[in-house]
């Protein structure tokens, strides 16, 4: 239905909209020497950027996933599973 459609949809753009906001943040941080790639002490935005992306991520494929197992005899004509992998 059209409910599901919108929350996987969201679900996917939402990684975009997030990428997109932790990219600008990496700059501002980096600029102030609070970044610290590599340093994986909490006081520094790299290791909350990664858990902030990975959990987006995450999120997305698993929104991926539920629209594949819902539409999966719609798609088979294209055969997505090879693409997705």
């Not at 990219?23 to 590599?38: D, K, P, R, T």
């Not at 950027?49 to 991926?64: H, K």
């Not at 539920?66 to 088979?76: Q, S």
């Amino acid at each position: 239905d059209s409910e599901f459609l919108k929350k996987t949809t969201m679900g996917v753009w939402q990684y975009v909209f997030l990428r997109s906001v932790v990219a600008v943040l990496v700059i501002v941080f980096e600029s102030q020497h609070m970044y610290g790639e590599g340093d994986f002490s909490f006081d520094k935005f790299y290791v909350w950027s990664i858990l902030i992306v990975n959990a987006s991520q995450c999120w997305a494929l698993y929104c991926l996933i539920l629209f594949y197992l819902e539409l999966k005899e719609e798609l088979a004509p294209i055969n997505p599973l090879g693409k997705f992998l």
